[in-house]
């Protein structure tokens, strides 16, 4: 078993009839003995609850607070809480005791969201006689006593679920999406089909570019950029469509195709709410007399959800332009406009014989626009009229309509035709009322956004009118998979007596960013024909915008570290999105801007002068939000100085080519060390102590000099401070050095005593007769054989300006040279 993958899953109840009252549990597996906690929401004296397991029965009467149950046998355990008065079962929940030791199951996936032929891994708890179910909704995939890790091959795009059962009980539960490989520039209709399409970006008026989506799949010239883009798909409705002030980020997800709406010449719907634009004009040519919008188009589900509204006349065989926003989807051309029309008759009771009575309703529904009026049976005291009905519908001649009816206990309908004229329709109550559900979404309103992986919940309040209602269901229903389900889209909600309601609600985590329409569909068994529609509501644009900002992890250096040579910062970022860039901030300010590679650590290389430096990474992600995140903000420390120390070899030997021994170099003899700067030619006997021109006569402005050439003038432990007071060397030393003998080299401690020193010499042969700054500078010090240093016992050690590594020739190294002496 992979234990460092064991996550606790939250247990999915399965309630008989939805109320009030529900059964909530911390988890769904426990051990023998181990308390289970049993929550119980508006407990109440009137209630009771059964607790069933393999070996026996538990009853608790007067249910008044939750409970505290402990398990004394293995195996499946079942909850059931009813009405004591009516013996009513209000909920059910289920949980399974393991015999021996605290268990939690697991299954998981490696991602949530995966492309067409992308194989999905899964890792799970090995239990034995276990089986893994894979459902897509239509087909289940079985595996019996898997190994973990499994992977499998969706066959198909959509929502997935994995369960790990074992004996007809689910351990754990997990869900991914698979999504169709998208192209950088997806143009294509409802159903996911391509519209060959040519594209033509513009600079104002100028063109900078004419290209087809394939072509702009392995380009990225225009990601991250503005432009006036001009569309000409292949469609019968659209001629083009050009857009100003296109912002586009790395994609572009466009929908149009045509459709065949009935009592339109010509109809196609636009869907440009996934793209970020000011303006755009879409141009065709005309068949019909007038254009139509319905701006509540449901793109995905080819339908008008609110009221078609005239935006033009047109005429026929003319180019026509209008302009839309992102939330103009649908347009329809008519040859004919909607007229009020007259539809009138007679309504009967069941024998077909005796009219029906005044107030009797009457719903008169054209199929083909879904307009309707409502009336009823209203006819003057003479009884030639009793029963009549009469009302005008807007709709258009032709067009398919029907005349519903009812009272009570009976309902009707008869199906027409539009007449050019009168429309005589009659009607027959003559079938037995029966049951309709009345949905209302109560949660969340339309144009509702959340975060992806944040949980909410979709409400829904299911009204039963006319009739009762028995074996009742309640489905969620999204348009596009941005959320998973928690649990089943279908509720069963029991019976429901008429007038009576209940809720239903279903929990949601957002998944990836994207836009849904969310329906509700409520029915019973005991429903037959739909009278008022009411058993069907919709909620439009619930968004997911990725919220989570990326996440940023520094690694080195340290905070408070102190760095030496070239300073290595390492770090990575990560967003489930991806990143979009991170900037590295040096001292509050930008210093560069950079893509790394997501979970590799990036490391950013500097070459600095000495000093106290803050450094941060800040990041935006993918999303469409651009979420930013910045690191803490460490600090390093670059000293003015920088110090070695070490062993220098106890025995060197030089041979001759015949392996003849010609000198012996031991661990007694008296050494120099030397320190320059990488690359620098020095002329070992033309050396001179600082501050000394080359007739040993004193230099004293040579240590300020120094400083300022190695940037060190602005440290409290410069080469002047350091080593002199008032321009005068505080400690001089005679050396020996290439056979010469050089007198007030100026020294100091290399740390914090008198055992090791470091001293300066200059270069003379590098121009004028004393030094200004420009010539080569070399560091020196003699062995002292295993003597005690700041750092412990070794026979060297020295101080040395950071900045000598870059000093002329930027190598970014120092070179040690060994002389004895």
Known sequence: ???RYILLLSLILSCIQASAQTISLDKQYFAINEPVNINITDPNQEYSLSIISPMNVYKYLGISSSLIYIPQSGGNHSIELYN??????LNVAEFYVTDSGSFQA?????????????QVKLEFSELDNSTIRITDGSKNFFFENPKSPLS???????????????????FSNASFNVEKIRKKFNIGDSKGNEITSSLKFYDRSRLLASKTPEQLDSESFYENKTFDLELFPTTKGVKKIRFRNLKIKDRIDLGIEDLNLTNFVKSYAIDPTKINFTDAVVTGIAQGKALYKCKDWNFSMQSCIGDWVKLMDIIPGREYSFNITNSDPGFGESGELPEPHTVRGFIYMADNITRAENGIFVKIVDNNLSTYVITQVFAPPIPQFKGAYSANLYGITGDSITVKTWNDTHYGFTDS???STNTEVNATLRFPIASESNVSILYPPNNSIFGTNSLFNITAKIQIIRNNGTNCYATLNLTNSIATISGSATLYLGNITVNSSVISMWNLTGITEGKSNITVNASCQSDTYILDN?????????TIFDLTKPEITLFSPYNGTEATNIVRLNFNASDNTGINNCSFYLNSAVNQTFIPLMYSIYTINLTLPAGTYTWKIGCFDNSSQLNYNESETRTFILPSWHFYYGNLSSRVSLGSSQNATEYTWNNQQATNLYVVETGTLVSWASLQAL??????MTSRDDFYEADVNLSMTAFSDSINRSYTINNVPIINMTLTVYNKVLRNIPIINSTNNSNFFTGILWDTTDGIPEYNGSQDIIFVSKKNISAFGKYGFY???????????????GAGTVSFYVEIV
């Open 1 to 3: 078993m992979h234990g």
């Open 84 to 89: 004591t008065t009516s013996s009513e079962i």
């Open 106 to 118: 697991f299954i998981q996936t490696d991602k949530k969201i995966y492309e067409e032929n992308e």
């Open 152 to 170: 499998f091959s969706p066959k198909k795009p959509g929502s997935y679920i994995v369960t790990l059962e074992k004996n007809m009980t689910v």
């Open 417 to 419: 035709i539009l007449a």
């Open 534 to 542: 009411l058993n069907r509501d919709m909620r439009i644009n619930l």
């Open 691 to 696: 501050g000394e021109n080359i007739s040993n």
């Open 795 to 809: 026979d060297y050690e020295l101080r040395i300006p950071a900045t000598l590594k870059n000093h002329k020739l």
